[in-house]
């Protein structure tokens, strides 16, 4: 392989007997050792003697109105509704739509199943349109003013959701501890409270 960059831009002008005489010589005498500088010297002179035809006077007279038909065509082209750029960019390797795929279906099951875990109870609706167990009373409604199926009720209902409430914070406090809050203000010295 020649590296001789000088000796490669001397053989156009070698071939067509232009150079120096200390050109032509220095020329020579690298022809007569590198194979590679000959070959390309012989592909030069192939080339030369090459004719190219003219393509004639019509090609050369139709040639401006077949660049501005073209021009034109192009124009006409990103005016229409084209949605082919489109798809060139959702040209993606297969491991990209496939770890696009996993990451929709993760997305999804999160959000399908996480909220099944953390869904409150709704009350069942009865025959006749109310909810068992609701009573729906508008205003303000004082405890004296109750009967005493009603403070049973209250009652039964607080003692259920204070219920779930324990089972929900056992993990934070510790199981089978009772956190009552009369033992809290019996630990409290007069300063504290």
């Given at each position: 392989m020649c590296n001789d960059t000088t000796i490669k831009?001397?053989?156009?002008?070698?071939?067509?007997?232009?150079?120096?005489?200390?050109?032509?010589?220095?020329?020579?005498s690298h022809l007569a050792s590198c194979d590679e500088c000959r070959t390309e010297l012989s592909l030069l002179r192939l080339m030369a003697e090459e004719t190219v035809p003219d393509p004639g006077e019509a090609f050369w007279t139709a040639m401006p109105d077949r660049i501005y038909q073209a021009v034109q065509k192009s124009r006409?082209?990103?005016k229409s509704f084209d949605l082919s750029w489109l798809f060139d960019r959702m040209a993606l390797p297969r491991w990209a739509w496939a770890a696009a795929?996993?990451?929709?279906?993760?997305?999804?099951?999160?959000?399908?199943?996480?909220?099944?875990?953390?869904?409150p109870e709704t009350?069942?609706?009865?025959?006749d349109?109310?909810?068992?167990g609701v009573t729906v009373t508008a205003g303000s409604v004082s405890v004296a003013d109750l009967d005493e199926d009603e403070l049973s009720t209250i009652d039964s209902w607080t003692g259920s959701e204070l219920g779930s409430i324990a089972q929900e914070a056992?993990?934070?406090?510790?199981?089978?501890?009772?956190?009552?809050?009369?033992?809290?203000?019996?630990?409290l010295n007069a300063r504290e409270v």
């Amino acid at each position: 392989m020649c590296n001789d960059t000088t000796i490669k831009e001397l053989l156009p002008a070698y071939r067509e007997q232009t150079l120096d005489p200390a050109e032509n010589l220095l020329v020579e005498s690298h022809l007569a050792s590198c194979d590679e500088c000959r070959t390309e010297l012989s592909l030069l002179r192939l080339m030369a003697e090459e004719t190219v035809p003219d393509p004639g006077e019509a090609f050369w007279t139709a040639m401006p109105d077949r660049i501005y038909q073209a021009v034109q065509k192009s124009r006409t082209k990103k005016k229409s509704f084209d949605l082919s750029w489109l798809f060139d960019r959702m040209a993606l390797p297969r491991w990209a739509w496939a770890a696009a795929t996993v990451g929709a279906v993760l997305i999804i099951s999160w959000f399908v199943f996480t909220p099944l875990q953390n869904r409150p109870e709704t009350p069942q609706p009865q025959g006749d349109g109310g909810y068992a167990g609701v009573t729906v009373t508008a205003g303000s409604v004082s405890v004296a003013d109750l009967d005493e199926d009603e403070l049973s009720t209250i009652d039964s209902w607080t003692g259920s959701e204070l219920g779930s409430i324990a089972q929900e914070a056992e993990p934070v406090l510790g199981p089978g501890r009772d956190a009552d809050i009369y033992e809290a203000f019996e630990d409290l010295n007069a300063r504290e409270v």
